[in-house]
């Protein structure tokens, strides 16, 4: 992959930069494969931003005097506006950052622009920067991720009993998007598995992903059966889902569709479980909003958020029609149902929409996090994302390729995993205490998605990430955020473990606009990280008293 | 034995439901009628050891009562109280409901003064101390710490009888070159006869805040001794060649006074003015927008589609940006331009009011601490002034017309503030909420009466209490952990921005009983129950360090330590905190405890509310229980704040800093 055809100017001096937050500075700027390079150099402090292209989503230049336009619009000589000529090339970046760069010198502002361009949605992922990315301090790791299926069973003693681990995907053939090891009920041997996995989209057959241990219940997650249209059935998915409710009068599932939904998936092939093949099943329909709708959501939320016309009722009304708040709301409560069904009912659920990829992680993490105080933790949290986002397969190549300013045309965007980041903020909020890692551990996150030194979001699925060896050639951010000096800033100062459930309110009320990240670029954010801060040192003072 | 089974009981109704808002849970219990409380207590069918759950409601604080058609369960009655709670009860027998209403009607309208709770309120303090209360706010002392009198502004004796003007008080601080003449002629000019006189003096700039009611100007109306007022104010300023002249009205409201012979300044007849239009809407516009808003919050259910509409729709925030506006407005001329400002609106008690204080807010961060805050909040400078005062809250049964959430307007907009900075306020969000309840408990003396004559005549200093004593005993309980005095050092002047994603709908005060809303714990008590532990850690150390020089050990390692560490037992029993407030948000006082219902929501209502144990036992003993469902509950938080329940891990950790100072 040659960079270098892609950079015609990689150095241009005399450039400004301006960015939220601080003054206009001016200095050099440079171009590389991955990152754009602006250092201050007046300053005797000389200032350095260094941005990974990747971050930038969407670009827009304006080039003073276009020879073209010129005797349209003025009169002046073009001699004269040649010589002055600069451009200015806005960059809006997938951190919701907005930066700005005058650029002495047109062809320069193009070619910079070009460069910025290409590079920043380059296909490849052997090119991207995570392959690159070798840091002096910290060596290619030997195990890359926190842990394994085969190690997260291993330390599960209490599913031994009725559970075992399956290697029958090892190489990936009965389901392209599960990990090679995955645990199902005991009595269902692997040639059932498999033709359960026919039964069901993508191959995603119903796998556990939670045990409670309060009760021995489990959430199950997988993706629509293939009834179709003439409602076929498959006597091997209806044994693997009466074995997971052995011992027990029923269980639940929760399909994130509606009603109707569901039943229009079965023209195109999918379906739902029909009462009457899977009778001790009862089934929710909660309709939640996916794909393409909700990053059109995001896309409105951060446009009013950009609205400069200081004014409350078009300020709510853009709020409301964004429509983000009620998706928070709604994968909320949806979450509160699933978890309802399990620690208070005492009964297991299936979760699964069309895919299984998506809204159905969604609620089984939100779930967790509700129920099981291992999760709340700072490991707890990354290990659970581990499993339910990069193990069990959200195509996050696809879904955050590009973020809310792209005027790219929407292929598979979503920002599924940004509206799960919301709703721990909103459990964070509401349970101030409860949670191990704190609200900046959520924006190190929502920035990382999008663009990454690490391989961790790198690629659609486990599959992918072995043929292009990302586990051996890339640095795992999961790992690198539990290192102990950045351990320290993410966690949570005023953290204390309890094993009781935070239910949280989903009252339209009591929940908020997530303005550390949505408004993260305005000073009065800024108020609200300092006092963030205040308060962990202060804790860190006290805790320092008491150590003396 | 209760205190309501000692008082005298107007009424007593059992078997008496009462419904949760925003469920389909219920509580069943006995309904109390006292002279100042309406009292309902849980029965407990289960657990009679512990005592039921107690709500408790001043008649004071009852807004409305209302009797709704007879159902099959009983007869609904709904009360509507000014601190924003909303209690639904249901009655079996349809003559005890009636006869409840009826009552309450008749007990909450009182006709005079004397019959309010403030008068018969005794907190068991001597006349010593219920005078120290009152002194705690001295109007000219406030004066003088802006610099006033000086050589440009002196007191003025011209309303010693209140005979210029009924509605101000005594001492008013008008410019050194206006004469008694012109005072009085400019008096004549103006609404009510409330002429310009000072109520903030920015010292750094010299530059003056007025405020008067608006001139009686019709369509071309004149008076050369206002034109002078206005002069002399703008002379006492040599920083600034003009004046400002804020009209808080909207510039139509404004016009249409014209017709009515009053109406705005003419910038051509006063000389270096310059004239300026706020659009604060009226009380009446305020009123009903807060309606608006009350019932929106109020539905069951609500989606957050619907709940966004009717945010917008009530427009509430959008006055309460619109007042922050304008006090940002009038910061930056005083504070960057240094002029001096003339504030009005109307009769310059409402808008005017809020805008001053609220400016004062934003210029002087004397008036962002505790004792800095009665200062714009109270009786002091703009209160006073202010008049109408009793009428805005309703006290005594006055036209409704007249009623409007001013003040909760402008605690809800330094609340805003104090969201925005959160280090620069040294009281916490629990200090408004008490203020705004007891506005309405009428169970102080600072907000009785309209103005300074009537409060004389009223003697309210002598027969009635000081909120700001209670205030200042309970300080602790109010402060803001976050506060820094050298942040504000740093910022004298605050810069609020009002763009419109910093304003939010506070749920803190407008569902300040609906306790499933609020998160369920909350770092402000973490933080100050935490800065309570280290304190006393350190003054433990202290006093053992000194207790070992008294002894004259050298604090090394003995066989025989003179002053063993104490126990953990023992740290934990003196740990018991100051009383903090009771309810969640906002600490009641003694009379007023209640322990509220514990909510929960019905599996098929969404996600259900607080942490609790899994199973529906434990759900019904802790629905019996107070102390037990504190235990067991997260969402509990008071209990965070009882003695027994005070984090022991602190108390390990000052053990361990005794001992280790004690062997090294």
């Known amino acids: 992959m040659e960079f270098a055809e892609h950079i015609k100017t990689a150095n241009v001096e005399d450039v400004v930069l301006r960015q939220p937050l601080q003054p206009p500075s001016r200095g050099t700027l440079c171009i590389t494969g991955h990152h754009l390079l602006f250092s201050d150099r007046e300053e005797s402090d000389s200032r350095q931003v260094l941005l990974l292209l990747r971050n930038i989503d969407a670009i827009e230049k304006s080039v003073e005097n276009l020879t073209g336009y010129s005797g349209f619009f003025s009169n002046a000589s073009h001699s004269e506006r040649m010589s002055g000529s600069s451009g200015t090339i806005t960059m809006k970046c997938k951190d919701l950052r907005v930066l700005q760069l005058d650029i002495p010198g047109m062809e320069q502002c193009l070619n910079i622009a070009h460069s910025i361009e290409t590079l920043s949605c380059l296909d490849c992922v052997s090119a991207m920067y995570p392959f690159f990315y070798r840091p002096v301090d910290l060596s290619l790791p030997e195990q890359w991720g926190l842990s394994s299926p085969e190690m997260h069973y291993s330390q599960m003693k209490e599913l031994y009993e009725k559970w075992r681990l399956s290697t029958v995907n090892r190489d990936y053939s009965v389901c392209p998007s599960y990990p090679p090891a995955v645990i199902v009920p005991k009595s269902i041997d692997d040639d059932t598995l498999k033709k359960a996995a026919k039964f069901r989209q993508g191959g995603r057959f119903p796998v556990l992903c939670y045990y409670h241990k309060k009760n021995g219940m489990v959430i199950m997650r997988s993706s629509q059966p293939l009834l179709g249209a003439n409602r076929k059935r498959c006597k091997e998915d209806e044994l693997l889902l009466q074995a997971v409710i052995e011992g027990s009068d029923k269980g639940y599932i929760i399909d994130t569709r509606s009603m109707q939904q569901a039943q229009q998936a079965r023209m195109t092939g999918g379906g739902f479980e029909s009462k009457s093949f899977y009778d001790r099943w009862k089934r929710f329909h909660r309709q939640m909003e996916r794909g393409k709708a909700l990053q059109e959501s995001l896309i409105k939320l951060v446009e009013a958020c950009g609205d400069e016309s200081n004014n409350m009722d078009r300020w709510l009304s853009k709020l409301e029609n964004s429509k983000w708040l009620s998706h928070v709301q709604n994968a909320l409560s949806t979450a509160g149902l699933l978890v309802e069904c399990v620690e208070r009912d005492g009964h297991s659920v299936l979760v699964h929409g069309s895919e299984g990829t998506d809204c159905s992680l969604l609620i089984s993490t939100l779930a967790q996090l509700i129920m099981d105080p291992c999760c709340r933790t700072m490991e707890g949290f990354l290990g659970l994302l581990e499993r339910e986002w990069i193990q069990a397969r959200h195509p996050f190549q696809q879904r955050c390729a590009h973020s809310a300013y792209s005027h790219a045309r929407l292929q598979q965007e979503s920002p599924v995993f940004l509206l799960l980041l919301d709703c721990v903020w909103q459990l964070w909020r509401q349970f101030p205490l409860a949670l191990g890692f704190s609200e900046a551990l959520l924006l190190r996150l929502a920035t990382e998605v999008y663009a990454s030194d690490y391989g961790t979001f790198l690629c659609n699925s486990d599959q992918e990430r072995c043929a292009l060896e990302v586990k051996e050639r890339t640095h795992c951010l999961f790992r690198a955020l539990l290192r102990p000096t950045e351990r320290d800033y993410y966690s949570n100062p005023l953290y204390e473990r309890t094993e009781l459930a935070i239910w949280p309110s989903v009252h339209p009320q009591s929940l908020q606009l997530w303005k550390g990240y949505f408004l993260r670029w305005t000073q009065q954010v800024r108020h609200l990280e300092e006092a963030q801060e205040e308060i962990r040192n202060m804790v860190i003072e006290w805790g320092k008293l008491a150590r003396s | ?664």
Not at chain 2, 282 to 303: A, D, F, P
Request: hydrophobic letters at 35%; aromatic letters at 10%.
């Open chain 2, 1 to 664: 034995q209760k205190y309501y089974h000692y008082v005298h009981l107007f009424l007593q109704v059992e078997q008496v439901r009462l419904l949760d808002r925003f469920s389909n849970k219920s509580v069943h219990g006995t309904l109390y009628l006292t002279a100042t409380h309406l009292i309902f207590v849980e029965s407990n069918s289960n657990n009679s050891a512990s005592a039921g759950h107690e709500v408790w409601i001043l008649h004071h604080h009852i807004a409305s009562v209302e009797k709704l058609s007879l159902t099959t369960s009983g007869c609904p009655l709904v009360i509507q109280c000014r601190n924003f709670r909303v209690v639904h009860f249901v009655i079996q027998r349809e003559r005890d409901c009636h006869d409840v209403y009826s009552s309450l009607l008749r007990l909450l309208r009182p006709v005079c003064y004397e019959e309010l709770y403030a008068f018969s309120y005794n907190p068991k303090q001597n006349d010593q101390q219920r005078e120290e209360g009152w002194q705690l706010i001295d109007l000219g002392a406030e004066f003088e710490r802006m610099g006033v009198p000086c050589d440009q502004w002196q007191l003025t004796d011209v309303n010693r009888d209140y005979k210029v003007c009924e509605t101000y008080p005594r001492d008013l601080y008008v410019p050194v070159t206006a004469s008694k003449p012109i005072i009085v002629g400019s008096s004549k000019f103006r609404s009510k006869g409330r002429f310009p006189v000072l109520t903030y003096f920015y010292q750094e700039k010299k530059a003056a805040v007025c405020r008067c009611s608006q001139p009686l100007s019709g369509f071309s109306a004149r008076c050369l001794e206002d034109e002078s007022m206005l002069q002399a104010i703008s002379k006492a300023n040599h920083n600034s060649r003009f004046l400002y002249v804020m009209d808080t009205r909207p510039k139509l409201n404004a016009l249409a006074n014209r017709a009515a012979g009053k109406g705005y300044e003419n910038e051509d007849n006063y000389s270096n003015i310059r004239f300026q239009f706020v659009g604060i809407e009226n009380i009446h516009v305020m009123r009903s927008s807060l309606q608006k808003l009350l019932e929106v919050t109020g539905t069951r259910s609500l989606s957050m589609s619907d709940y966004l509409v009717g945010l917008e729709s009530s427009g509430w925030l959008r006055h309460i940006k619109a007042i922050v506006d304008a006090a940002v407005f009038l910061t930056r001329a005083v504070t960057v331009e240094g002029a001096s400002v003339l504030v009005h609106c109307s009769d310059g008690w409402d808008r005017t009011a809020q805008v001053c204080a609220l400016g004062a807010l934003l210029m002087d961060p004397y008036y962002r601490t505790i004792k800095g805050f009665m200062v714009p909040a109270t009786d002091a400078s703009y209160y006073s002034i202010r008049g109408l005062y009793a009428l805005r809250c309703d006290q005594l049964d006055g036209d409704p017309k007249e009623v409007s959430p001013i003040f909760t307007q402008f605690l809800e907009c330094v609340w805003q503030l104090t969201e925005q900075f959160p280090q620069a306020f040294e009281f916490s969000e629990w200090f408004l909420l008490q203020i705004h309840e007891h506005v309405h408990s009428c169970q102080y003396g600072n907000f009785l009466g309209n103005n300074q004559r009537q409060r004389e005549e009223l003697q309210l200093r002598e027969r009635t209490h000081s909120l700001w004593a209670f205030l200042m005993s309970e300080k602790r309980n109010h402060l803001n952990p976050f506060y820094s005095p050298a942040y504000s050092e740093a910022h004298p002047v605050l810069e609020p921005s009002t763009l419109p994603y910093h304003f939010k709908f506070w749920r803190s005060m407008y569902h300040q009983f609906d306790r499933s809303m609020h998160p369920r714990q909350s770092i402000l008590k973490t933080i100050l129950t935490l800065k309570e532990n280290s304190r006393k850690a350190e003054s433990t150390l202290q006093a053992l360090e000194s207790r070992l020089q008294q002894l004259g050990v050298v604090p090394v390692a003995t066989s025989d330590p003179p002053a063993p560490p104490p126990t953990r037992d023992q740290l934990s029993n003196s740990h018991s905190l100051p009383p903090r407030p009771d309810s969640l948000i906002l600490g009641a006082p003694i009379n007023h405890k209640e322990v509220q219902r514990h909510e929960e929501e019905d599996e098929q209502e969404e996600v259900g509310e607080e942490a609790t144990e899994s199973t529906d036992t434990e759900r019904t003993v802790e629905g019996s229980s107070g102390t037990e469902s504190r235990k067991q509950s997260y969402g509990e938080l008071e209990g965070t704040y009882n003695s027994d329940l005070v984090k022991e891990e602190p108390a390990v950790v000052s053990l361990e800093f005794g001992v280790a100072r004690m062997t090294c």
